[in-house]
Nanobody
């Protein structure tokens, strides 16, 4: 059974930082892409960032320059460093992994709230 478990969400003030981590178990994703989606209230789930096994990255325009995705292939983990957070970044963040692309497996989600 494949499990993706996120950690690191919470409440932060605008301009602050958070670091989300996701550990995958049940199979290795060393040669497959991993990434992060988010879903805000009453909005569709959207891609935040993804990274292939070769290190190629994709970012949503809204987070470019503020968020950084990274992976530890050996530990089967993916991390999202979020800086300069804005209230509009408030959402549930989901870790995801897949084969041809992300989206085959999902974590349970972690809440990120940006508010003063």
């Amino acid at each position: 059974q494949v499990l993706l478990v996120e950690s690191g969400g919470g409440l932060v003030q605008p301009g602050g930082s958070l670091r989300l981590s996701c550990v995958a178990s049940g199979r290795s994703f060393s040669i497959y892409p991993m990434g992060w989606f988010r879903q805000a209230p009453e909005k569709e789930r959207e891609l935040v960032a993804s990274m292939t096994s070769g290190g190629s990255t994709t970012y949503a325009d809204s987070v470019k320059g503020r968020f950084t995705i990274s992976r530890d292939i050996e530990k089967n983990t993916v991390t999202l460093q979020m800086n300069s957070l804005k209230p509009e970044d408030t959402a549930v963040y989901y870790c995801t992994a897949g084969f041809h692309s992300v989206g085959d497996y999902w974590g349970q989600g972690t809440q990120v709230t940006v508010s003063s």
